[in-house]
């Protein structure tokens, strides 16, 4: 998540920078053929170029809504597991029948709470694993690129690559030795927690109505893990995003070949001050494609997803000290060079 109020000519140029080069020169090869040979037969009517423009505009304000929909609904579901990891927390430590007889009770609460936030960690583990249609997977040119940027986030963040680490301080050796057993770890934590809030209710430590609400709780915590899969693993239909990616390129073909026989009317000067404005009107149209084909995107690692790994430390310092433990509290995720991940 970019932090900065407004974003700084780095990121623009690391979002973007790379099309302004062949925009630039293709910009500028119309114009100088244009005015050394004059060729008639190479210029558009600007009024069907105007129309292609309005209606590719229409078409990614289409996209780019459903990219933010898709992005706020990410947003969203994390900030549920905030609540009810807070309140499956807090009920779990203030139900109490007063008729049990554990005498490890504040060991198994606190088990409970620990698995709880290696559940965290490793749900957000699994949802930066790349899918094929996600920009990190890219092929080539711009799939290093995109990879450049998955590492120098990473680089940035000592906690970034640290799930195994959570896992192993926050689970029994037991529940971490059979990690690489499940496809979905993630799911296999939360029925260890129902097995164990069941014990609870077995043993009288908390009634059956107390144990309805605590997996209510888990029930919640499946819904907010599908949800967040069902984003993950279903891509913005392609027959929107890719047509969108391709009338955009053929706007901006066409752009030059219509705008500089407009300019052409001002004189031999109004050619070359074509070149200019257009590059930034089409690299307008460029930057705005690509906010929606990024945004798209929310668990892929990169700068523009949501900031998981600040989420779950937040989280984990909250259950932390409502379990009472409020010393040696890890330090809250900062954002790095305007980055929060």
Not at 289 to 306: A, K, R
């Amino acid at each position: 998540m970019i932090t900065t109020k407004y974003f700084n000519y780095q990121q623009i140029f690391n979002l973007a920078g790379v099309h302004l080069i062949w925009l630039s020169v293709w910009c500028t090869v119309v114009a100088t053929v244009y005015y050394f040979s004059n060729w008639q037969w190479m210029i558009i009517p600007w009024v069907p170029v105007a129309l292609i423009g309005t209606a590719e505009a229409f078409y990614v304000g289409f996209k780019n809504n459903q990219a933010y929909d898709r992005l706020w609904e990410a947003r969203k579901i994390w900030g549920g597991i905030v609540n009810s990891s807070r309140s499956f927390t807090s009920m779990l430590y203030a139900f109490d029948t007063e008729k049990g007889t554990i005498n490890d009770l504040d060991e198994r609460r606190k088990k409970i709470v620990y698995r709880h936030i290696a559940w965290l960690y490793t749900f957000r583990e699994q949802l930066l694993i790349p899918t094929e249609w996600e920009h990190i997977s890219l092929k080539k040119h711009f799939g290093t690129i995109n990879q450049k940027r998955h590492r120098l986030i990473k680089a940035g963040f000592p906690d970034y690559g640290r799930t195994s680490i959570f896992q192993h301080k926050y689970l029994s050796e037991e529940e971490f030795s059979v990690n690489g057993d499940y496809k979905n770890f993630a799911t296999y934590l939360i029925s260890l927690q129902a097995k164990d809030i069941n014990d609870l209710k077995n043993s009288n430590v908390i009634s059956d109505f107390n144990q309805t609400q605590l997996q209510n709780c888990l029930n919640e915590f499946y819904n907010y893990q599908g949800q967040a899969e069902r984003i993950k693993k279903f891509p913005s239909p392609r027959q929107f995003a890719s047509t969108g990616f391709i009338f955009n390129v053929i706007f901006t073909i066409l752009l030059p070949l219509g705008l500089v026989n407009e300019f052409a009317k001002l004189g031999d000067w109004g050619i070359w001050t074509s070149i200019p404005f257009c590059i930034v009107i089409g690299w307008i149209y460029i930057v705005m494609e690509l906010v929606g084909d990024y945004s798209e995107n929310p668990f892929s690692g990169l700068m523009f997803d949501i900031p998981m790994l600040s989420i779950c430390r937040n989280i984990e310092i909250d259950l932390l000290q409502i379990i009472g433990e409020n010393e040696d509290l890890p330090d809250a995720i900062s954002s790095k060079n305007g980055v929060l991940i």
